[in-house]
């Protein structure tokens, strides 16, 4: 993904992010933050593939009561702007907003950036090895 090496995807490969203003195991995205940055939710045990590391994986109840994924306690979201597999539009917003490494780390690189100053516009299509899956 555009230089970024594998992050965290969903099962469809829509990219997931952290905010760097929650803490592991509480979210502080509400009310007009959850527009934007949709929660990754479940009803169900989460599971992963690829790269990414299932003794990472976990959940939050949320105050209206859903089930959101977390990876090395961190919350995890979706980007709204995000609109097929592989956007990583979401990258940096605010230096707050960032993609999520397997090892569980924030991405806080600028190799979108760097990509494009370079004049390598050019995506690799989402990252399956540091893919994402969560069961019902």
Do not use: H
């Amino acid at each position: 993904m555009r230089g970024f090496g594998p992050i965290l995807t969903d099962e469809s490969g829509m990219t997931l992010y952290l905010f760097t203003a929650d803490s592991p195991g509480v979210s502080t995205c509400v009310d007009g933050c959850l527009a934007a940055w949709p929660p990754l939710l479940t009803d169900g045990e989460p599971s992963v593939q690829g790269a990414a590391d299932a003794t990472l994986l976990g959940t939050l109840t949320r105050d209206d009561g859903s089930v959101q994924v977390t990876y090395d306690g961190w919350p995890l979201y979706f980007f709204a702007a995000d609109m097929v597999p592989g956007d990583v539009t979401g990258q940096g917003v605010n230096d707050v907003w960032f993609v999520v490494a397997p090892d569980g780390g924030a991405v806080e690189s600028s190799a979108v950036e760097d990509d494009v100053a370079d004049g390598d516009d050019t995506s690799d299509g989402p990252a399956s090895d540091g893919g994402y899956d969560y069961g019902y």
